[in-house]
């Protein structure tokens, strides 16, 4: 398995509460991304980054932030989280843009 | 904007059966790559099968193997000699370049179960 950890695995958490959930990879790859999965919408990506504080936004990225200051680190924050951010996050990397993208073992994240 | 479509919800197979699921897509790009994912009750997302529009070829890997029609914009993966195993939700996705280079873009999966 590429070296892929999430951080934490599950979490429960009060609407309005910032939270922040950690990927970190062992691999050296450029390209790191977050996705959410929700019943019915299969996976959509909410930001990636292809390099050292090099990000851009996916399709879900409204209420989200991220920040990558090191190749291995790549952090999700949520800075008020809501209901409707109860889900499933996925981190994958990828040594390139056209390479099959390696995943993460996933958090699941409850606001209440 | 780019677009998965997996039509079938769910599908259901008998074990040593065969099963194709379906997938198509919607591009303006010319070179790009598809992509099947497995996703067990475990939650892990794992790479089954990868195709590369440049390629007439269909890929095959095992018991996997994908009908790969670029004009009819179609990517279904066939799974022979089911196994108990392969129970799973399944992902189509793919990978274009220009605007979206970097980006996968899935469908809402089919939920496959193979029964004894």
């Known amino acids: 398995d590429a070296g892929i950890t999430q951080s934490p695995r599950h979490k429960v958490t009060e609407t309005g509460t910032p939270v922040t959930l950690r990927c970190h990879q062992t691999?050296?790859?450029?390209?790191m991304y977050w996705y959410r999965q929700d019943p019915g919408h299969g996976l959509r990506l909410i930001h990636y980054?292809?390099?050292?504080?090099?990000?851009d936004k996916g399709e879900v990225s409204d209420g989200y932030s991220v920040s990558r200051s090191k190749t291995e680190d790549f952090l999700l924050t949520l800075e008020s989280a809501t209901s409707s951010q109860t889900s499933v996050y996925f981190c994958?990397?990828?040594?390139?843009?056209?390479?099959?993208?390696?995943f993460g073992p996933g958090t699941r994240l409850t606001v209440l | 904007a780019q677009t998965v479509t997996q039509s079938q919800p769910e599908m259901s197979v008998q074990e040593a059966e065969t099963v194709t699921l379906s997938c198509t897509y919607d591009?303006?790009?010319?070179?790009?790559?598809l992509f099947w994912y497995k996703q067990p009750p475990s939650r892990q997302m794992i790479l089954v099968i990868r195709q590369e529009a440049y390629k007439q070829q269909n890929a095959t890997e095992n018991r996997f193997s994908v009908n790969f029609q670029k004009a009819a914009k179609s990517f279904s993966l066939k799974i022979s000699d089911s196994q108990l195993g392969d129970t799973a939700m399944y992902f189509c996705?793919?990978?274009?370049?220009?605007?979206?280079?970097?980006?996968?873009?899935f469908g809402q999966g089919t939920i496959l179960t193979v029964h004894p």
């Open positions: 691999e050296n790859h450029r390209y």
């Open positions: 996705a793919f990978n274009a370049g220009g605007t979206s280079y970097g980006k996968l873009t």
């Open positions: 980054s292809y390099g050292v504080k090099d990000t």
């Open positions: 994958a990397i990828a040594p390139t843009g056209f390479d099959e993208q390696f």
């Open positions: 591009t303006s790009e010319s070179n790009y790559y």
